[in-house]
């Protein structure tokens, strides 16, 4: 199984400020078809996790463009660029280029 | 717009077969993947499995063992079937819909507890 480590764990942010969010896997998440099969999720409490970012950076229709992802490799970052109070939550990376999907830790956002 | 909506049993006895359904509105079982994935309590997400609309399943090899997904296109859901629970099954279930590497669509979830 891939594995995914997420930092930091948690991770307090003014609003208006930016944040940042680093997942790195263990083994390379290139597939075969050549994509990149990582995506980020937001969940809220008592919600379900719900899609930003798949394919380490294309947006779902409807997300905030505040919202970015970039990386290549084993290295990815969601980045916020300036933080509204509907934020907070716990953000999962998660990986679908080789089975079993894995998620990472999770990194729980909260305001100052 | 696609709505998913897990039911079944809230609590299920050591032991015993664990048995969720995912009811699909607004869209059909046609096309796409259909998973299953569960989060215990106060930890992270765990993917169970799925099954492709051809009827191809994928599990989990940490729960292969113990899992079956089913689909039933006439009645617009899909089931999943954990058998010989222990209390480490305690967890909140989601049914998921998706394509390739896009896992745009999730149901509200439904909280299972195993116990005596």
């Known amino acids: 199984d891939i594995a995914m480590t997420q930092t930091p764990l948690s991770l307090p942010v003014t609003l208006g400020q930016p944040a940042s969010i680093s997942c790195k896997s263990d083994?390379?998440?290139?597939?075969?078809?050549?994509?990149?099969?990582l995506s980020w999720l937001h969940q809220r409490p008592g919600q379900p996790p719900r899609l930003l970012i798949y394919k380490v950076s294309n947006r779902l229709s409807g997300v905030p463009d505040r919202f970015s992802g970039s990386g290549a490799g084993t290295d990815f970052t969601l980045r916020i660029s300036r933080v509204e109070a509907e934020d907070v939550g716990i953000y999962y990376c998660?990986?679908?280029?080789?089975?079993?999907?894995?998620f990472g830790g999770g990194t729980t956002v909260d305001i100052k | 717009q696609v709505l998913l909506q897990e039911s079944g049993p809230g609590l299920v006895k050591p032991s015993e077969t664990l048995s969720l359904t995912c009811t699909v509105s607004?869209?059909?079982?046609?096309?796409?993947?259909w998973s299953w994935i569960r989060q215990v309590p106060g930890k992270g997400l765990e993917w169970i499995g799925f099954?492709?609309?051809?009827?191809?399943?994928n599990y989990n090899p940490s729960l292969k063992s113990r899992v079956t997904i089913s689909m039933d296109k006439s009645r617009n859901q899909f089931s999943l079937n954990l058998y010989s629970v222990t209390d480490a099954d305690t967890a909140v279930y989601y049914c998921a819909r998706h394509r390739v590497g896009v896992w745009a669509t999730w149901g509200q979830g439904t909280r299972v507890i195993v116990s005596s």
């Open positions: 607004g869209g059909s079982l046609n096309t796409y993947y």
């Open positions: 998660m990986q679908a280029t080789q089975f079993p999907v894995t």
């Open positions: 083994q390379s998440l290139v597939h075969r078809d050549g994509n990149i099969y």
């Open positions: 099954i492709y609309y051809i009827g191809n399943t």
